[in-house]
């Protein structure tokens, strides 16, 4: 029988059928990109970061655990008031419940049995508690919730900085492949016909053979050149399908900025360290911690007092035997822990600690966050250098194959030394518009670092039209220098 009834109580767990884990693939799918507004034109980099705001999922997430932490604080809000109970029921037993007494003095039996209770009976019931002191504990309990709401939005602040300085990094990148993925390919056709013809010679044994095999080994390295770079630029566009939440694979047509502009930083790097050290996510949410820590040690402080609780409530007996079946009643008592008091100094102690720690904290972090506006703004005066360097190389570079392109028509170089030169010249350009994305993203990981918010507090609407603009008009202001 024991071994029947353990049996019985087993547990066990059927793996998930694949036809179910199927079914939710096609699902998550279509939700994931369900309820987005079409992809018309051109694709601008404020439209891009538009998207991202408002459709990638990691940004969506922070929305939804956002809107949860709100819930819990009206959860909290909850737990202030006082404890109420209704209960209700039918009582009933075998026989009648009779009693007789006996004299304490005699020893004899004063009374015969009796009873004052029918043996069938409904009751009811309906009481309030109210304990001060657990009042002010769930109050400040609710506060501390509040500031976990808000350290979740400084947490959604910190991921939308993030995104939006990815898509920034990925646009330019894929505005890059897009300028230089067609001169790639271009250029991999015409080697690989070289390539091909001296092959062909060398078979029917024309020239010398050294020299054929020569001139193949560095097509060959062209080749492996090209395709080292094809790679390096193939990847960028998926990765900003991916932030802007598009169905991988879709065509994506870009609209940069007509030329190369040079971004100029016009802030004071001492007024960007203030704002840092203001605006942070991780330090706001920090000053939230420490506020949580401080509400801790008066929360300690409370448990240390008496509490007094208040009861009122109401009652139904059908006893027929009571003369009043329905009453009310009430009280007022004060209870104390005693244990409390003894476990008071040690809790206090705690939860000053946690505030030490806090404060400890936000002044590490104080210090890593102005090392990386420091770094931060090394790189973009470094991108600068690098940009205007590469530029002129471009430059130079395209010059020279002009020249290479003349003297081939007047065949006075052969095909290998206009390819190389063809390659010297794409490598220019792809150094320059990848120093030119390196810029552009050292530009917005600057503001970034200080902790800037690249949308206002509030739009007019939620298109992404309205975002994009919205987004450009707060990127003018930091370009005048106003924060």
Not at 174 to 200: C, F, G, K, P, Y
Not at 276 to 291: F, G, H, I, K, M
Not at 294 to 306: D, G, H, N, Q, S
Not at 467 to 481: D, F, M, N, V
Request: with cysteine.
């Amino acid at each position: 029988m024991l071994a029947l009834a353990i049996s019985g109580c087993a547990v066990t767990s059927q793996p998930i059928e694949r036809s179910v884990s199927e079914q939710r693939a096609q699902s998550d799918l279509q939700a994931m990109f369900a309820d987005q507004e079409p992809l018309n034109g051109p694709l601008t980099l404020h439209e891009a970061m538009a998207r991202a705001v408002k459709y990638n999922l990691e940004a969506r997430l922070k929305v939804m655990e956002e809107a949860m932490a709100q819930r819990q604080v009206d959860l909290a809000t909850f737990d202030m008031l006082p404890r109420m109970a209704l209960s209700a029921g039918y009582a009933g037993r075998n026989n009648v419940s009779a009693s007789s007494s006996q004299s304490i003095e005699t020893g004899t039996q004063s009374l015969e049995p009796s009873t004052s209770q029918d043996r069938d009976r409904g009751v009811a019931d309906l009481t309030m508690v109210w304990n001060v002191l657990d009042f002010g504990v769930s109050y400040v309990s609710a506060k501390q919730q509040g500031d976990q709401r808000l350290i979740v939005q400084e947490r959604r602040r910190k991921v939308v900085h993030t995104i939006i300085q990815d898509v920034r990094s990925a646009y330019w990148r894929a505005v890059a492949a897009d300028r230089l993925l067609s001169q790639i390919d271009s250029l991999m056709t015409r080697v690989a016909e070289a390539r091909d013809n001296s092959q062909r010679l060398s078979e029917q044994r024309i020239g010398d053979p050294i020299q054929a095999l020569s001139y193949q080994r560095a097509l060959i390295e062209a080749t492996r050149q090209l395709e080292e770079q094809r790679r390096a630029l193939s990847l960028a566009k998926t990765e900003l399908a991916t932030l802007i939440n598009l169905p991988l694979g879709t065509q994506v047509e870009l609209a940069p900025e007509a030329g190369y502009q040079v971004p100029e930083l016009k802030v004071e790097l001492g007024t960007l360290e203030q704002e840092a050290l203001a605006s942070r996510p991780e330090l706001r949410e920090q000053d939230y911690q420490a506020r949580i820590s401080a509400a801790e040690t008066r929360k300690a402080m409370l448990r240390l007092l008496p509490g007094l609780e208040f009861s009122a409530g109401g009652h139904y007996d059908s006893n027929s035997f009571l003369v009043n079946q329905s009453w009310a009643d009430y009280g007022v008592k004060v209870t104390w822990n005693l244990f409390n008091v003894l476990s008071a100094p040690a809790a206090i102690d705690v939860a000053k600690a946690g505030q030490e720690v806090a404060d400890a904290r936000r002044q590490a972090m104080s210090m890593a966050i102005l090392a990386q506006l420091h770094v931060a703004n090394a790189n973009f005066r470094e991108a600068q250098r690098q940009f205007r360097t590469s530029q002129q190389l471009a430059g130079l570079d395209g010059q020279i194959v002009e020249q290479l392109r003349n003297r081939y028509k007047a065949q006075g170089i052969g095909e290998l030394e206009l390819i190389q030169g063809e390659l010297n010249t794409l490598q220019a350009d792809l150094r320059r518009d990848l120093a030119y994305a390196e810029l552009r993203n050292s530009y917005g990981q600057l503001f970034a670092s200080v902790g800037l918010d690249p949308l206002p507090e509030t739009i007019a609407a939620d298109s992404v039209e309205a975002i994009a603009a919205a987004l450009a008009s707060r990127e003018a202001q930091w370009q005048a220098g106003q924060l």
